[in-house]
């Protein structure tokens, strides 16, 4: 623009210098020149204009799309945000879950120590019941021999029943301990037994 405004002094110098020299065919040149030069200028204010327009709508266009980043990026730190928070509850849930499993396994593990302990006891009485009960059985068939009562085991703790099959008939027998002594009670089981050998 500078440029163009020197020219136009240039001009405007030469044009006062012809007309006082009054030739008529370097005034005519200087006007044509004169207008060749005010049509370059609107020329290149059109296109001047022009590049400023199409720089307004570059900007424009260039702010939108930095205005729709900016909105993109905020969804983004958003869900960015929620998923690192599902990552904390989801490592705490599996804190959880990871100690929820070693108890679990300890008490597997517990409950497998108490198993083997239960098979080896079971053992231990199956070997004794092998042992015992066929020599209680013996013991008391002998005590069925010697003293001919025949005990009822189901009844409560504190309660005898049975049948003494006596020589002549068989007497039904049903004594409270609870309200007897021990010593009664004994000596009425005595007096079952036959003493003739």
């Known amino acids: 623009m500078a440029q163009g405004q020197k020219d136009m002094e240039e001009m405007g110098e030469a044009f006062v210098t012809f007309i006082n020299s009054s030739q008529l065919d370097p005034l005519r040149r200087v006007k044509d020149e004169r207008q060749a030069l005010r049509d370059r200028q609107v020329e290149t204010a059109k296109v001047v204009t022009q590049i400023l327009k199409d720089v307004a709508q570059i900007e424009e266009s260039v702010g939108q799309r930095l205005l729709d980043m900016e909105e993109e990026k905020k969804q983004k730190d958003k869900e960015l945000e929620n ?115």
């Open 83 to 197: 998923l690192e928070e599902q990552l904390r509850q989801c490592s705490a849930k599996s804190q959880i879950t990871d100690s929820e499993l070693q108890f679990l396994q300890r008490e597997l593990e517990s409950l497998r120590h108490a198993e083997h302990e239960l098979t080896t006891f079971q053992n231990e009485v199956d070997e004794v019941t092998t042992e015992v009960i066929p020599s209680a059985v013996y013991v008391a068939r002998l005590y069925y021999l010697i003293t001919k009562i025949k005990w009822e085991y189901d009844t409560p703790p504190n309660v005898l029943k049975g049948v003494h099959y006596g020589a002549d008939l068989a007497t039904p027998i049903n004594i409270d301990t609870s309200t007897r002594s021990r010593c009664d009670v004994s000596d009425q089981l005595w007096d079952f037994v036959s003493t003739d050998w």
